[in-house]
């Protein structure tokens, strides 16, 4: 496509300076905006962007007086410019590896030894359990310990608890949402054509997902670029609080006070704030930090790119925030959301007491709520 002054509306990116005060690379050294990238582009073209700060967290769309589609304007400047080089490719590009070898056609040999024998799950299911790149992070984050496969698990019981008994997808790739986000629409294509079919081999009605970021691709993405597949995507945070609104879920409310990450694809991509907040305030008591909804504080590093010191003082910002509340754990219900932030709470290096607070998914919470009453 051509992009010139009135794609995204950009154009209309003037100087009020709202999204300066949302968008955390402005923060913390990165000397980046988006209103003095869009000025940059308007008076110099893409020879002089900073393409790889912005994290498409969406916090500037939210503020955005102009209706500027800035994160659409970064992915598309991206893909223009795909031969850039990523300055910091995070965990020596393993991630990138994964994608890659993933949308070759081969795939890297999924495997679901995470699934245990009281899960009951059902191959001619019209619901599919969306597994997504779990497994594999689980293996490459194993010393945060952050027990990615367990929040499967957890979904695959809350499901069972619902009388819903999902399948899993055969030909199941990476949703592709890093490579989309970068501009590596050829990675991204080849990754969505194998998934949508997987999708239509399986005639699945409806998908859940453990991962904001598979959601709002699936969900999302593919309709924009491929048109409807005939399919109903949901986060198994909304799965789950239809559950306890309905009474099919029941869980046991403690004195226990938690604080909410919102996910930046669950919120701000998708306008999904209150079910996880129906969970958590099923659980305990909900206290929230300053920054909550709408104007959350992404927890950095959205495609695993440009995670540096900088991240780091962000990322430490937001725990601060979140000790401040008095809470006795963080939640969140993005997996993402628990490696970054978990990883900002080790204490390596220069980097030492760090503030720390537990970190939780809801989903897993809310299943290990459930099955201490069994």
């Known amino acids: 496509m051509k992009l010139d002054r009135e794609s995204f509306n ?36 893409m020879e002089r962007l900073d393409l790889w700060s912005c994290l498409t967290c969406g916090a500037c769309r939210t ?75 689980d293996v490459v984050f194993k010393d945060l310990k952050v027990d990615l496969v367990g929040i499967l698990r957890s979904a695959v019981y809350i ?15 990476c949703c592709g949402h890093d490579a989309y986000w970068l501009g590596e629409m050829d990675t991204f294509d080849r990754l969505a054509r ?3 079919d997987a999708i239509g081999r399986s005639k699945v009605k409806t998908i859940i997902t ?14 924009e670029r491929f048109g409807d597949g005939g399919y109903k995507v949901m986060h ?16 046991e409310r403690d004195e226990a006070v938690y604080t909410y990450q919102d996910p930046c694809r669950l919120g701000r991509h998708s306008g999904v704030y209150d079910e996880p907040r129906e969970i958590v305030s099923a659980l305990g008591k ?14 950095g590093s959205t495609c695993f790119a440009q995670c540096d010191h900088i991240v780091k003082k962000w990322q430490v910002a937001r725990l601060e925030e979140a000790r401040g509340t008095g809470a006795d754990a963080l939640m969140t219900a993005c997996p993402k959301c628990m490696i970054h932030l978990s990883c900002a709470q080790k204490d390596f290096g220069t980097y030492k007491d760090r503030p720390k607070i537990p970190l939780k998914d809801v989903s897993v919470a809310l299943a290990e709520n459930i099955r201490r009453r069994e």
């Not at 619901?127 to 790149?133: D, P, T």
């Not at 453990?210 to 309709?223: A, K, R």
């Not at 198994?236 to 869980?251: F, P, Q, R």
Request: a negative charge.
């Open 286 to 299: 909900l206290k929230e930090m300053p920054r909550n909804r709408e104007m959350a504080a992404c927890c």
């Open 159 to 173: 499901l069972n608890e619902m009388g819903i008994r999902p399948r899993l997808l055969d030909g199941e790739r």
């Open 194 to 196: 194998m998934n949508l």
């Open 236 to 251: 198994i945070a909304e799965v789950a609080a239809k559950g306890i609104e309905d009474g099919t879920l029941e869980a």
């Open 10 to 45: 950009i154009g209309s990116c003037i100087g009020c300076g709202h999204c300066t005060f949302a968008c955390p690379a402005s923060h913390f050294e990165r000397n980046f905006s988006p209103r003095g990238t869009a000025e940059n582009f308007v008076l110099h073209g």
């Open 63 to 137: 503020v955005c007086p102009e209706g500027v589609e800035f994160p659409s304007f970064m992915r598309a400047v991206r893909e223009e410019r795909r031969a850039t080089s990523i300055p910091v490719r995070s965990h020596a590009g393993i991630i990138d590896s994964i994608r890659s070898l993933d949308a070759s056609g081969k795939g890297i040999g999924r495997s679901n030894e995470w699934v245990t024998e009281d899960m009951h799950l059902e191959g001619s299911s019209d619901v599919a359990l969306f597994v997504g790149c779990l497994p594999m992070l």
């Open 210 to 223: 453990v991962c904001p970021e598979c959601s709002n691709t699936l969900g999302q993405i593919y309709p």
